[in-house]
């Protein structure tokens, strides 16, 4: 048999949930998919050119970051400490406006790959301005994405009249459906708030007359329930399943001031869920009613949102960060555990983003992507279960990773990214925001 990857002599961590780990384990890996995997015992005669040793290293699916704008590496730093409506109106909002351009978006989500792939993440879901750009970067650096255009009902980047915005989202699902396997396309609506009854429901016609996923922002802060509550006397989530948005290919971001009744609304309706804790602690939205939305078997997937607002892509921090959150929420140290939030960033979230059965985990059949982390550093030591990997591990202890079966990350070096020459470009953009 012949594999075009076969990593040998690794510990094994093939699946959140499970806390099985196969100490001395090999994965083969053809055609870009996981076609054996099991103790080295098992392993017989696999020819391959690619031969990874895996040893002092522990091997675990790729990390799957359900919600980001990776454009907004650019505003990385630009205004902390701030609260949303201000951070979005007086900062966000205007500094997209003068510079967004299609040159932005490609190289600052370049930038947000090469720091995601690093950091052991292998699926991302966009959202931005100028998607074309972005899926471009991203297929270019061998990253995974499910990459959606932004729907908003304000003149935007590349979308100067915003009655054209289900137009422009059409044409580029046009351009990019069945292009790139790396690249899903998909449409982000940006809120109830900054989006019409109208917009809303054309978006999501829009997603599912093409079986794309539908993204929108809901219930991230305090003051969008009275936004909404105004006009429509409902709340965000209840206002979107009026308008009979939400299903199973609709995934809700942030959903932190949801009440009871709200959770049991995106259970009915099997709707997807992406929760950002760093964002909104930094923001001071609130945090998300995890258990609520786990007791009730809603499929919940962990996002960093964009840099502006973390200020970092690292699912290791975002993972470390949500369990202790929801601890002390609750003031419950067993609320939600380490395995939970592990299985948010791999096998539930690649479930939010339509991977079911395919990817999350390493099993023969699924995508081979998987990231190799780095047992030898202090942190890690001793590793006595995959706990370790919320509580103690963090993005810089990734060595390599693999997405669609290529080895993108090598010994802590991006091989698909030409990293100087991405630092050069964004700083050039950034001196010029400066
Ligand atoms: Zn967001």
């Known amino acids: 048999m012949s594999a075009d990857i076969l990593i040998i002599n690794g510990r094994l961590f093939p699946e959140s949930g499970s806390s099985d780990l196969v100490d001395n384990g090999f994965v083969a890996i053809r055609n870009g998919l996981i076609v054996d995997v099991g103790p080295m015992t098992d392993m017989t005669g696999y020819e391959t050119g690619n ?118 989202a059409a044409r580029y699902i046009g351009a990019w459906r069945n292009r790139d396997p790396l690249v899903t396309p998909a449409v982000f609506a940006h809120s109830p708030y900054t989006c019409s009854t109208e917009t809303l429901k054309k978006a999501k016609m829009l997603a599912e007359e093409n079986e794309l996923l539908f993204f929108v922002h809901v219930a991230e802060s305090q003051i969008e329930q009275s936004m909404i509550r105004d006009p429509w006397g409902e709340t965000p989530v209840k206002h979107l399943d009026a308008l009979g948005v939400l299903d199973e290919r609709t995934v809700c971001v942030h959903c932190v001031w949801v009440d009871e009744e709200d959770l049991d609304i995106l259970a009915g309706r099997n709707a997807r869920v992406s929760i950002c804790p760093q964002s909104h602690l930094k923001l001071a939205s609130g945090y998300a009613p995890l258990s609520g939305m786990l007791d009730r078997s809603v499929k919940v997937g962990l996002g960093t949102d964009g840099a502006a607002s973390n200020n970092g892509l690292d699912l290791f921090r975002e993972m470390d960060m949500c369990a202790k959150l929801q601890k002390v929420r609750s003031l419950d140290p067993v609320a939600v555990k380490a395995r939970d939030v592990l299985r948010m960033a791999t096998k539930a979230g690649a479930s939010v983003l339509g991977f079911d059965n395919r990817s999350g985990a390493i099993r023969k059949g699924y995508l081979a992507d998987l990231v190799l982390v ?61």
Request: charged share 20%; proline share 6%.
């Open 51 to 168: 031969l990874i040793d895996a040893r002092d290293t522990l091997v675990m699916p790729g990390l799957i970051n359900s919600h980001c704008h990776a454009a907004m590496t650019l505003f990385r730093g630009l205004a902390d400490d701030l609260e949303l409506a201000a951070w979005l109106n007086d900062h966000v909002f205007p500094a997209e406006a003068r510079h967004v351009s299609p040159e932005m978006v490609y190289w600052c989500s370049k930038l947000a790959a090469a720091e995601m792939l690093l950091s052991g993440t292998t699926t991302v879901a966009d959202g931005y301005f100028f998607e074309d750009k972005a899926a471009r970067a991203f297929c270019e650096s061998g990253l995974r994405s499910v990459a959606a255009h932004g729907v908003i009902d304000f003149p935007a980047p590349g979308v100067p009249d915003p009655s054209r915005n289900i137009e422009a």
């Open 374 to 434: 780095d047992l030898k550093k202090s942190n890690l030591q001793p590793f006595y279960s995959p706990d370790n990997l919320v509580y103690a591990a963090g993005g810089a202890d990734v060595r390599d990773v693999i997405v669609d079966g290529k080895i993108v990350v090598r010994e802590g070096h991006p091989l698909t990214i030409d990293l100087d020459e991405t630092l050069f470009q964004v700083r050039k953009i950034a001196n010029h925001l400066a």
